[in-house]
């Protein structure tokens, strides 16, 4: 199947992009790897009247520290994010995260802003961002406004962008010392989406004290949810015999996962509990 007719522009300035947004608002759509949206166009699922290819926006592709915030721009390639280094650094898990996404072809073309902005309830990238407390700059040509990756992702493939607004940028506090990570996730075949993904941050203080936990799941619901609050409130400051799987099994049993009739809610728990165990393992032998 091909494309509904659409007319296309490359606009040459984030001004311009802009501008044409304002003017189609829910009849255009924005595309720049196109990894997402072009399967979408050719299956008519999308059926813009007109697209707005950002390729030429050299300058959302930037990445840069300012301040304590590693500023991460829209058009970012996935393998630019596995490789720089500056997210290597500062943003380790995003790094990671990146990686494991797709295949060779996918992650030389796909952006960190268009995989954040398609918000696939099991992708990578919105779930790190999720646990890194990632705050998303959105532009308009009235404005620009900041939200963070809680209130951003709404539902399956639904965000709070509006439909003049383009992402610019994705900000992700900088790791702090003696902070490790984790991120675990299963899927089929590689290269597939997961079934189930879990990811974690930790500073480990002194000795077995924990400075603060960070916990995140996808594939369980319509958006990849933060599950701090299921663990254990002893198990959250210090680490003990057993703190891992006491975690996991908590969490495992708390989370709400919704039901899906391709893969049993009962399958996805033990991922779940298994994952959790592990990527809390990883996180807490890298903040050693």
Known sequence: MKPAKFSYEAPRTLDEALHSLATWRDNAKIIAG????????NMRIARPDRLIDINRLTELGRIAVDRERLAIGAMARHVQLHRDALVKRHAPMLAHAAETIGHYAIRQRGTIGGSVAHADPAAQLPLATLTLDAEFELRSAAGARTLGADAFFLSVFTTA????ELLAAIHVPVARPQEGWGFRLFNRRAGDFAIVAVAATLARVEGAVIDRLRLAIAGVGPVPIRVDDLVPPEDAATVTAGWSARIAAAVATAVEIEDNE?????FRRELVERLTRDT????LERAS
């Open 161 to 164: 962008l509006e439909p003049d």
């Open 262 to 266: 391709k893969i049993s809610v009962v």
């Open 34 to 41: 196109g990894q997402s949206l072009a399967p979408m166009l």
């Open 280 to 283: 809390l393992d990883e996180a």
